[in-house]
């Protein structure tokens, strides 16, 4: 259920930014907003790990594979977004040929 939640939450805001709703000043600050998040939900998630004892015996055994997790996580992220975002571009400007 709680993903269900999640999901119109993200398609009310994808509304909302679709019609140009939300006023220029707001718009300036969601950056910000985002930022705070990102770095309070890191901070949750690194309380989250120090409290159990037993990912924090076990760090040793799964490091590596964490580390590897997290590095490719981050690389294809990036690549998506830079793709996506490449291609976003290019439609605003009129540079893509309609595909039918």
Request: no cysteine; hydrophobic share 55%; net charge positive.
């Amino acid at each position: 259920m709680d993903i269900l939640i999640y999901l119109l939450i993200l398609l009310a805001g994808a509304f909302l930014g679709s019609k140009d709703q939300l006023k220029l000043p707001l718009m300036n600050r969601t950056s910000e907003a985002q930022t705070f998040a990102l770095l309070f939900l890191l901070f949750i998630m690194g309380v989250k790990i120090g409290i159990d004892k037993e990912i924090i015996y076990s760090f040793s055994r799964i490091g590596l594979q964490g580390f590897l997790l997290a590095l490719s996580s981050v690389i294809f992220s990036v690549l998506g977004v830079k793709m996506i975002s490449n291609r976003v571009l290019r439609v605003k400007e009129g540079q893509v040929e309609d595909d039918n």
